[in-house]
């Protein structure tokens, strides 16, 4: 198994961190015996720092903390009864839903960028990653590592000296770009006297890690904050015991190992032949059979270089009449066939001013509609870049599915990059990138993907309906987003109004932003800097 980098605290430091962390050494803990708004804030601001969580709690938390109480109070008293209790409603009456009834604070460190997408991969728990705009790669970990994941059968193969080499010059490449890339932005945008030195640094940074993110390999490690029930992590887990990749089905045991400590009930489960190993065989052995029968149907299944694109490729060209109808039906005590004969019976007018008597006058944009909007859907094809993909993909109350990363839809290139006059070294790097993936990618067509840098494109599909539509387009072209997912929601709204033709859906999303931004966290910053004065 591969050697995660274990932190070093001293005696002090250990006997604080015992009481509320199931662990000291390893990558995978869960928080307990703190209040629940504790770990909230915990988690919120761990996805802007460079630090551990366990790190983070001891120099910005505990000090707030009340440690007179009992020593003695520990996350396993009572453990025994509850146990007991839950056994007897899962195995005497079968009530799965009683595992929805705990949740657990789960800190998963040092995980790579292919392994993320498969923690987040679930609808119904939450999640927090590290920010890659926030947070530069350019510094080294305790052991003189860069971050980054070594696959140790990777490593113990002949190409092992090849892709530590190769990572290393990729992440040497990042930290040159990123010193030389912020102080062109500096120029090009000098500070003006309505801002504070500290939100004009951040915003200066955050555009000059945004643009050299796509330098990063997806193997470069993140810290990832999850909360979710007992039933949640069950599925999570027999997912990840079925993945072909072993980084995901070692890092399941890690989770497994935490989360038994504090909710064994609900997790049982997972090891039982007949149950959670009869489940996660099910996962494996579908997944093989149906990429083997496809390879066999269609032994070529790649394509050529792509450019980015967003494509509308299913959707309801009646898609307003099903809403309205759905208006109806729950507004009223008549059929859903009574309802469908009155919509279609309603002048163009008519539709128009129900359709915007149920959206409202919204002032903001989390003021939503109903679930009647969830009454139409529309089914994205997306070429972005890897960096835009793990933004949207975070969005989970959506059908979000992949294909694997590769190199061979070709990258982007920030025009940022381009202005500075740093394209040459951006391409090279990105260039060592694609040859070290065609190099693995037969001898090790899993492992490859660590190798391929964010800027490479993948394609993937999203499907939603238009209330989850109108949350991630208004949220993902806000002036503060990364320019590549703006872009994909600026397009998306597009193909709603003009190619489905729903204008009223269209017109509901008032607070989609189409202005022209040069520095976009400049804003963000200048509001979180008036709050920090107000407090």
């Given at each position: 198994?591969?050697?995660?980098v274990?932190e070093?605290?001293?005696?002090?430091?250990?006997a604080?961190?015992?009481?509320?962390?199931?662990?000291?050494?390893?990558?995978?803990?869960?928080?307990?015996?703190?209040?629940?708004?504790?770990?909230?804030?915990l988690?919120?601001?761990?996805?802007?720092?460079?630090k551990?969580?366990?790190?983070?709690?001891?120099?910005?938390?505990?000090?707030?903390?009340?440690?007179?109480?009992?020593h003695?109070?520990?996350a396993?008293?009572?453990?025994?009864?509850?146990?007991e209790?839950?056994?007897?409603?899962f195995?005497?009456?079968?009530?799965?839903?009683?595992?929805?009834?705990?949740?657990?604070?789960l800190?998963?460190?040092?995980?790579?960028?292919?392994?993320?997408?498969?923690?987040?991969?679930?609808?119904?728990?939450?999640?927090?990653?590290?920010?890659?705009?926030?947070?530069g790669?350019?510094?080294?970990?305790?052991?003189?590592?860069?971050?980054?994941?070594?696959a140790?059968e990777?490593?113990?193969?002949?190409?092992?000296?090849?892709?530590?080499?190769?990572?290393?010059?990729?992440?040497?490449?990042?930290?040159?770009?990123?010193?030389?890339?912020?102080?062109?932005?500096?120029?090009?945008?000098?500070?003006?006297?309505?801002d504070?030195?500290f939100?004009?640094?951040?915003?200066?940074?955050?555009k000059?890690?945004?643009?050299?993110?796509?330098?990063?390999?997806?193997s470069?490690l993140?810290?990832?904050?999850?909360?979710?029930?007992?039933?949640?992590?069950?599925?999570?887990?027999?997912?990840?015991?079925?993945?072909?990749?072993?980084?995901?089905?070692?890092y399941?045991?890690?989770?497994?190992?935490?989360?038994?400590?504090?909710?064994?009930?609900?997790?049982?489960?997972?090891?039982?032949?007949?149950?959670?190993?009869?489940?996660?065989?099910?996962?494996?052995?579908?997944?093989?059979a149906t990429?083997?029968?496809i390879?066999?149907?269609?032994?070529t299944?790649?394509?050529?270089e792509?450019?980015?694109?967003?494509r509308?490729?299913a959707?309801d060209p009646?898609?307003?009449?099903?809403?309205?109808?759905a208006v109806?039906?729950?507004n009223?005590?008549?059929?859903?066939?009574?309802?469908?004969?009155?919509?279609?019976?309603?002048?163009?007018?008519?539709?128009?001013?129900?359709l915007?008597?149920?959206?409202?006058?919204?002032?903001?944009?989390?003021?939503?509609?109903?679930?009647?909007?969830?009454?139409?859907?529309?089914?994205?094809?997306?070429?972005?870049?890897?960096?835009?993909?793990?933004?949207?993909?975070?969005?989970?109350?959506?059908t979000?599915?992949?294909?694997?990363?590769?190199?061979?839809?070709g990258y982007?290139?920030?025009?940022?990059?381009v202005?500075a006059?740093?394209?040459?070294?951006?391409?090279?790097?990105?260039?060592?990138s694609?040859d070290?993936?065609?190099?693995?990618?037969?001898?090790?067509p899993?492992?490859?993907?660590?190798?391929?840098a964010l800027a490479?494109?993948?394609?993937?599909?999203m499907?939603?309906?238009?209330?989850?539509?109108?949350?991630?387009?208004?949220?993902?072209?806000?002036?503060?987003?990364?320019?590549?997912?703006?872009?994909?929601?600026?397009?998306?709204?597009?193909?709603i109004?003009?190619?489905?033709g729903?204008?009223?859906?269209?017109?509901?999303?008032?607070?989609?932003?189409?202005?022209?931004?040069?520095?976009e966290?400049?804003?963000?910053?200048?509001?979180?800097?008036?709050?920090?004065?107000?407090l």
């Amino acid at each position: 198994m591969y050697q995660y980098v274990a932190e070093e605290f001293t005696e002090d430091e250990a006997a604080i961190l015992r009481r509320y962390f199931t662990n000291l050494e390893g990558p995978v803990f869960a928080l307990v015996n703190l209040p629940e708004v504790v770990k909230g804030a915990l988690f919120a601001r761990y996805s802007r720092s460079s630090k551990s969580l366990r790190r983070l709690f001891l120099d910005e938390f505990v000090g707030d903390l009340d440690l007179t109480g009992d020593h003695s109070v520990d996350a396993t008293i009572g453990l025994d009864r509850a146990d007991e209790l839950y056994q007897k409603v899962f195995y005497e009456y079968g009530d799965d839903s009683v595992a929805q009834l705990g949740g657990v604070h789960l800190a998963c460190e040092q995980a790579s960028n292919v392994l993320t997408k498969v923690l987040e991969w679930g609808r119904l728990m939450s999640y927090l990653e590290q920010s890659t705009r926030y947070l530069g790669y350019d510094k080294r970990l305790s052991n003189g590592h860069y971050r980054f994941y070594r696959a140790p059968e990777l490593l113990d193969s002949k190409y092992g000296a090849r892709f530590i080499g190769e990572m290393d010059r990729m992440f040497d490449t990042y930290g040159s770009l990123l010193s030389r890339l912020t102080d062109f932005i500096a120029q090009k945008f000098p500070k003006t006297a309505a801002d504070t030195d500290f939100a004009y640094r951040q915003a200066i940074r955050a555009k000059a890690l945004d643009a050299v993110r796509g330098l990063l390999p997806a193997s470069a490690l993140s810290n990832l904050g999850i909360y979710g029930s007992g039933q949640g992590y069950e599925a999570l887990l027999l997912r990840m015991r079925a993945h072909p990749l072993p980084e995901v089905r070692d890092y399941a045991q890690l989770m497994l190992d935490e989360l038994t400590k504090v909710i064994p009930s609900f997790l049982r489960r997972v090891e039982v032949a007949d149950r959670g190993v009869r489940w996660s065989s099910y996962f494996a052995e579908t997944k093989s059979a149906t990429s083997d029968l496809i390879a066999s149907m269609w032994p070529t299944n790649e394509e050529n270089e792509a450019s980015e694109q967003v494509r509308l490729v299913a959707f309801d060209p009646e898609g307003e009449a099903r809403v309205l109808e759905a208006v109806l039906f729950s507004n009223a005590t008549i059929s859903h066939d009574e309802a469908r004969r009155r919509v279609s019976a309603l002048a163009s007018d008519e539709r128009s001013t129900l359709l915007k008597t149920y959206v409202g006058d919204r002032t903001n944009r989390r003021h939503r509609p109903g679930r009647a909007f969830e009454r139409t859907d529309y089914r994205f094809e997306l070429v972005t870049d890897y960096g835009a993909f793990r933004d949207l993909q975070r969005h989970r109350l959506l059908t979000v599915e992949w294909q694997p990363l590769t190199t061979t839809l070709g990258y982007d290139l920030p025009d940022i990059v381009v202005e500075a006059g740093l394209d040459d070294e951006y391409r090279a790097s990105l260039e060592r990138s694609r040859d070290l993936f065609e190099t693995l990618k037969e001898p090790f067509p899993l492992q490859a993907q660590y190798a391929v840098a964010l800027a490479f494109r993948i394609r993937y599909v999203m499907q939603m309906n238009a209330r989850e539509a109108m949350h991630l387009i208004e949220l993902r072209s806000g002036p503060q987003g990364h320019p590549s997912y703006r872009r994909v929601a600026h397009e998306m709204v597009r193909l709603i109004r003009h190619e489905a033709g729903h204008h009223g859906i269209a017109d509901a999303m008032q607070f989609v932003d189409f202005s022209e931004i040069d520095l976009e966290r400049l804003e963000a910053e200048r509001s979180a800097e008036r709050a920090r004065m107000a407090l």
